[in-house]
């Protein structure tokens, strides 16, 4: 970089400080930094373009261009090369703008005299905020050192933005972090919420942007960097585990790459002080990961981006610990969070909202065995929030309203009480059993995996544990559980349970459920892949441990153990006679068996469903996984939310199918029960009821809404409903039902 630049930048940026420093309205020093910018580069024309809402940008600012035209001249987001910048977050530099691509001319602004054309987009942590243009008579090229001081420039207005330096008196920008905000996200955990913004991660704030003296900001940047190194060595020493050592390895890496220090070390040189060249970028990073769409990139990215949090909180001497106090009623706002951290903010939680996060991810199976609210991909929520700040959580929806105004609010309270009053329902007929108006006793049992869910056998009035995934104790952790843990879980669960019946599953991993600690498999389709039974009699070892543990954990009791996703004979004969031969080994050793064991399968492929009469003779009992059992059925991806609730559950097809599933298991008088998700859906369970299944496994806060509806019908005329639709050729059942159900009231 030519010396002349570096200190042209150096003194820009100075001069930016200054403007920020004085006590003037925003639109002022808007005013006043577009003067500036377009004096030091030498430019007739400097703009400064920003979001108005979602998809238009408005002249804020101009040095050049006519001022009438400013808060009148806006642009749709992708129109223009204003608008394309701002769309794709890429530089435009173009010496001949009129004749470039998408260019549209704003007759408002007299712009036609300008030839070239620079627009730089205005980020902050891949929040986009604005444009930032230099335009000039001469057609030339703007050139790298121009456009990266250019660059300084827009991250500076970006910070300035954030500190609220553009709002007051005839504000270019409303306040930010004030207004109300409707953030759409998905469903995690159904309920609703409302509290207040607890920050997993506090934003680190950046008040010195600029620095004089380039040679102290590096030593302090040098500094920071040697801790950092330091503390990942320190956690790479602490590793035990293979796996995750070469992580750590990789982020160790990154941790001392020569490109990414450099690179700040330039910014430093440019005036930046040393935190702003850190976020520089991270902000550059970010910008690169949200066009990412290799997976092993965006890790990388991931692992770049927390190191640039720990480096701003070394310099900035702002911790994790921030002093301040978990607000009351916390809603917890993370762009991500291990099952682990979740698990140590326990039931403290009213709600929580992610950014990023999957149905899948673990993060939600904890969530739903905590039985709260949770929201994923609430793009934008991490930036947008502040800790103590008002929310509600619409889990239902996968909704958030942060900071609502009275009208959402009131609302919002009304949905809330409304389900308080259906909670006080539920409980007073949580002692009583669950029998229709026709006289069927149906047996409600709850799904669990996790210590967490045990508390809800009792106050659910769950009858017992349709399904135990054992897997989630393997997911919490970082490496594999041993034996004698394992037992020792088991064993509480049953204590839990004072005699109640507990299904175990065996471990069901693959597919969706990746443990952190197994070399991921690269599969073409992972969930037609090499997943739960098919692992565990590939790689017998940890199922026989497993069912050892259970064994173990039993000490005598009746125990109850079920395999999933058998497809075919064989593989639920050869996972029984790996219990078989567990027992005789438990024997040998002197270990006292369960008086009584029954051995079930998981009925989650249609092959299943028309297995030989002797297999439905020789199982001890058989639970339909609906959740896979509909996903094979349909072809439709349970994890992808395009297709998943393509296809309805009261679909007659596979009603039909359900119904034959039931009818065989009544030839051969082998118990039934039906565990996926639309158990705990109360038409849904009633409809299951109808066509024949008399046990539901289901989460426990379904139990009181299945119970309550289940209690006020008659299957028999529910099934003449459903058969008449089926007569009719009706796609579903489900209008049919609905309508039928309406006339209860
Ligand atoms: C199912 O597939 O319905 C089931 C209960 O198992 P999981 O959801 O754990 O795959
Ligand atoms: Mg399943």
């Not at 905020?129 to 456009?147: I, M």
């Not at 034959?660 to 082998?670: G, H, K, N, P, S």
């Amino acid at each position: 970089m030519p010396d002349g630049l570096e200190s042209e930048s150096r003194k820009l940026l100075r001069r930016l400080r200054d403007t920020m420093a004085e006590d003037a309205a925003g639109q002022a020093r808007l005013d006043k930094i577009t003067h500036l910018t377009a004096d030091s580069m030498g430019t007739e024309v400097c703009s400064i373009y920003l979001f108005r809402d979602d998809n238009t940008l408005e002249l804020c600012a101009t040095e050049g261009l006519k001022a009438e035209a400013v808060h009148k001249t806006r642009m749709k987001l992708g129109e223009g090369l204003v608008g394309r910048v701002a769309r794709t977050g890429r530089i435009i530099n173009a010496a001949d703008a009129p004749s470039f691509a998408g260019f549209r001319y704003m007759p408002e602004t007299g712009e036609e005299i300008y030839s070239s054309f620079l627009g730089i987009p205005i980020q902050r942590l891949g929040e986009k905020l604005g444009v930032l243009v230099v335009q000039s008579r001469q057609a030339r090229e703007f050139t790298s050192d121009e456009v990266y001081a250019l660059e300084v420039v827009a991250m500076v207005l970006a910070e300035m933005a954030e500190l609220g330096a553009f709002v007051g008196e005839g504000a270019a920008l409303a306040a930010r972090h004030t207004e109300p905000r409707l953030l759409r996200g998905t469903m995690g955990q159904e309920g609703a919420a409302e509290g207040h913004v607890w920050l997993h991660e506090p934003r680190v704030v950046v008040t010195n942007l600029v620095a004089d003296d380039p040679a102290r900001e590096k030593e302090r940047l040098d500094e920071a960097v040697q801790s950092l190194q330091v503390s990942v060595d320190d956690l790479l020493a602490s590793a035990q585990d293979p796996e995750q050592r070469a992580v750590l390895e990789a982020y160790r890496m990154f941790a001392s790459s020569k490109g990414w220090l450099r690179r700040m070390e330039e910014d430093i040189e440019r005036g930046l002080s040393a935190e702003s060249a850190v976020e520089k970028q991270q902000s550059l990073a970010r910008a690169r990961m949200s066009q990412a769409t290799d997976a092993y990139l965006r890790e990388r990215l991931q692992d770049l981006d927390d190191l640039s949090n720990r480096l701003l909180r070394l310099l900035t001497g702002q911790g994790n610990e921030t002093g301040a106090e978990m607000p009351p009623d916390p809603i917890l706002v993370a762009r991500n969070i291990g099952p682990g951290e979740l698990l140590d903010y326990g039931r403290s939680l009213k709600g929580i909202v992610l950014e990023e996060g999957s149905v899948g991810s673990h993060a939600a199976i904890v969530a739903r065995a905590l039985a709260i609210p949770l929201v994923i991909h609430a793009g934008g929520i991490t930036t947008e929030a502040l800790n103590g700040d008002h929310i509600m959580v619409d889990g239902d929806q996968g909704v958030v309203h942060l900071r609502p105004d009275e009208t959402v609010v009131g609302a919002f309270r009304d949905k809330m009480a409304m389900q308080t009053k259906a909670l006080e329902r539920y409980a007073s007929i949580r002692e009583t059993a669950c029998v229709t108006a026709c006289g069927s006793r149906i047996h409600l049992n709850m799904n669990a995996g996790l210590m967490a869910d045990l508390p809800s056998l009792e106050s659910s009035g769950a009858e017992g544990v349709g399904l135990f995934r054992t897997e989630l104790q393997f997911l919490v952790r970082n490496q594999m559980p041993k034996r004698t843990e394992l037992a020792a879980l088991y064993a509480r669960v049953l204590d839990a349970a004072h005699g109640k019946r507990v299904n175990f599953r065996t471990l069901d991993i693959g597919s969706d459920k990746v443990l952190p600690y197994m070399k991921p498999n690269d599969e073409p389709n992972p969930a037609l892949g090499w997943r739960a039974i098919r692992v565990g009699l590939d790689r017998p070892g940890v199922m026989r441990m497993q069912l050892q543990a259970l064994l173990r954990a039993a000490q005598g009791r009746p125990l109850t153990v079920m395999f999933p996703f058998i497809a075919q004979l064989d593989e639920f004969y050869a996972a029984r006679a790996e219990m078989d031969k567990t027992i005789a080994r438990e024997r040998r050793l002197g270990h006292p068996v369960p008086e009584k064991i029954e051995i079930g399968a998981m009925l989650e492929t249609p092959s299943l469903a028309y297995a030989p009469r002797r297999f439905f003779e020789e199982v001890d009992f058989l639970s339909i996984g609906g959740n896979d059992l509909k996903q094979f059925f349909y072809a439709a991806d349970r994890e992808n939310e395009r297709v998943r609730r393509r296809y309805d559950t009261l679909n007659c097809c596979f009603l039909t199918f359900v119904e034959e599933i039931v009818t065989r298991c009544a030839q051969t008088d082998t118990p039934l029960s039906f565990c996926g998700e639309d158990a705990g859906r109360p038409i849904e369970a009633l409809c299951l009821a109808a066509i024949g299944l008399r046990t539901l496994s289901m989460r426990p806060a379904s139990i009181g809404p299945v119970k309550h509806l289940m209690m006020r019908v008659d299957l028999a005329d529910l099934k003449a409903v459903i058969d008449a639709a089926r007569d009719k050729g009706a796609q579903s059942a489900r209008p049919a039902v609905i309508e039928y159900l309406r006339g209860l009231d």
